[in-house]
Nanobody, 114 residues
Framework: QVQLVESGGGLVQAGGSLRLSCAASGTIFSIWVMAWYRQAPGKQRELVATITSGGSTNYVDSVKGRFTISRDNAKNTVYLQMNSLKPEDTAVYYC????????WGQGTQVTVNS
């Protein structure tokens, strides 16, 4: 079992920045990919970024160049640095761990005002 706790969401003006954190606990040795998803009202959950245990990253096209996913193995924490935020980035952001079962955090709201 893996437990995930997110933090760092909030309200920001367009063009601003936020950093989300996801602290993992439990059988973390089994995790091979960590990811951030988001779900806007009335829309399906969308994969935003992934990072493998080896540090390889991938991003959805809409956030490339603005968001950065990273991990601190000593703290068992994954981050999502979000810069140049846009109103369309408004969503609930979820941390995800694949071990190989999918585990989810509780979600954190990000709201970007124009």
């Amino acid at each position: 079992q893996v437990q995930l706790v997110e933090s760092g969401g909030g309200l920001v003006q367009a063009g601003g920045s936020l950093r989300l954190s996801c602290a993992a606990s439990g059988t973390i040795f089994s995790i091979w990919v960590m990811a951030w998803y988001r779900q806007a009202p009335g829309k399906q959950r969308e994969l935003v970024a992934t990072i493998t245990s080896g540090g390889s990253t991938n991003y959805v096209d809409s956030v490339k160049g603005r968001f950065t996913i990273s991990r601190d193995n000593a703290k068992n924490t994954v981050y999502l640095q979000m810069n140049s935020l846009k109103p369309e980035d408004t969503a609930v952001y979820y941390c995800n761990a694949r071990a190989p079962s999918y585990y989810w955090g509780q979600g954190t709201q990000v709201t970007v005002n124009s």
